[in-house]
């Protein structure tokens, strides 16, 4: 193993691994071309946050490789090849200001995907004034000050509502629940969203959510605390993996025998392990498999999402499929048409062609460009997204269900709840 690759299994036994990193940046995945176009890769690649950020650069290493191995992209009178220049953010703004330098000053890069969250402050004054085309999987980061800035594959956290609203449909009669987050702006728009959707759904949230502090080791008191109020549901809201794992371990040895919801289970095999296949039944969060079966169908836009899985258990092992393994190289699928439809690689008429007609072909279906009343800004791509359920120890969607079509009869709900968290665009520094 050299210094940069990092394993996921190491890193979910503690949030200090590899620190040491801060400040690197990342070796290129370079391919054999004359020409090539450069992407840059700016999200946490070590550290707490790792989860969602170095599997995705893991995906993007299989979706280049495809795409180069059919001959790249073709720009004008050019065949492109791709390659991604990563930098570590560590999940911090100024190593993200410092990144984003990097890459587009030194590295030349057309396109940078991030995680976004804390780091996109730092970033977001390079990306505006060198009009870079900037991505995130979390569309709080939006506002209509960031016109370059879109949310084309993950709608963190509106998609939220879709586990609950399944929820209610398939088992009414769970009526409480109790929610806990760590306090950053991951967990807090996530928790206004778990408020809205249990609120539609005429769930009763138990006490008030709790809110964490980021540098907490010790979970069992927490689950305690959230056990005491007798909740037939635990929500564990948008927690990274180094928190889902141990307090979904405390609910099992503290005896809780209801219902979890969670936005994701990165690596939930563990978690299985360290319970049980019984407890684990029914567990419910947002993120499949992709050899599930029901990404066959005629809808889903991702490309063969069956041997995407196959070829990343194969290169990276059994087990380290996450919640972002997909969504960067979703991004990339995206871009690279947008910009032969542009016939560029300029950032601004990238996204000109990517926004064209509203529409866009997200991972899940069709959807439309959205977010203007949540966001401030049309720079979301929502649709549909999938419940997945852990039925026997694995992974399985149970639904697509529309996130507009909830919007649709809740908004003035999510408004209010994001309102009360001050998490409203208008409402952020």
Not at 25 to 34: E, I, R, T
Not at 68 to 73: V, Y
Not at 211 to 237: E, G, N, R, V, Y
Not at 274 to 294: A, L, N, R, V
Request: aromatic content about 12%; some cysteine; proline content about 6%.
């Amino acid at each position: 193993m050299t210094k940069f690759q990092i394993n996921r299994r190491d890193f979910l036994s503690t949030t200090a691994a590899a620190t040491v990193m801060a400040g690197v940046s990342m070796p290129k995945l370079a391919f054999a071309a004359d020409k090539v176009v450069k992407i840059g890769f700016l999200a946490p690649l070590t550290g707490a946050v790792a989860a969602w950020g170095k599997p995705g650069l893991d995906g993007c290493k299989i979706w280049a490789d495809w795409v180069n191995a059919d001959g790249g992209i073709k720009i004008g009178d050019d065949v492109l090849k791709i390659e991604f220049v990563a930098y570590d953010d560590e999940y911090d703004p100024s190593n993200a200001r410092t990144g984003a330098v990097k890459l587009i000053k030194e590295d030349d890069v057309k396109f940078i995907m991030m995680l976004g969250g804390d780091p996109w402050p730092g970033a977001a004054p390079v990306a505006e004034k060198e009009n870079m085309l900037v991505s995130t999987l979390l569309p709080s980061d939006l506002s209509p000050e960031t016109k370059m800035l879109v949310a084309p594959c993950e709608v963190h956290p509106i998609y939220n509502v879709t586990g609950v609203e399944w929820l209610a449909e398939n088992k009414p009669d769970l009526k409480t629940a109790v929610i806990c987050a760590q306090d950053d702006s991951l967990g807090k728009p996530s928790v206004a969203t778990y408020l809205a959707a249990f609120e539609a759904a005429g769930i009763e949230v138990l006490g008030d959510p709790i809110f964490f502090d980021p540098a907490t080791t010790d979970f069992a008191p927490i689950m305690s605390k959230m056990l005491a109020l007798k909740p037939d549901i635990i929500c564990l809201d948008t927690c990274y993996a180094d928190y889902v794992h141990p307090l979904t371990e405390q609910a099992f040895q503290q005896g809780f025998k209801g219902q979890m919801i969670s936005c994701t289970a990165d690596f939930y095999q563990k978690m299985v392990e360290k319970t049980s296949k019984e407890f684990m039944e029914g567990f419910i969060f947002q993120f499949p498999d992709f050899d599930d079966p029901k990404l066959n169908e005629p809808h889903v836009n991702f490309n063969k999402p069956n041997e995407f899985y196959a070829e990343y258990v194969k290169r990276f092992g059994e087990g380290e499929w996450g919640a972002v393994s997909w969504e960067y190289a979703s991004i990339m699928d995206l871009w690279s048409d947008a910009a032969q439809r542009a016939d560029s690689t300029d950032p601004e008429k990238v996204l000109e062609a990517m926004k064209v007609g509203g529409t866009g072909k997200q991972a899940f279906g069709e959807a439309d460009w959205w977010g203007k009343e949540l966001f401030g800004i049309d720079n979301a791509l929502v649709g549909l997204w999938p419940v997945v359920v852990i039925k026997d120890g694995k992974a399985k969607i149970q639904d697509f269900k529309s996130i507009p079509a909830w919007w649709d009869k809740h908004k003035d709900l999510l408004i209010k709840h994001m309102e009360a968290l001050d998490q409203m665009y208008y409402q952020r520094s």
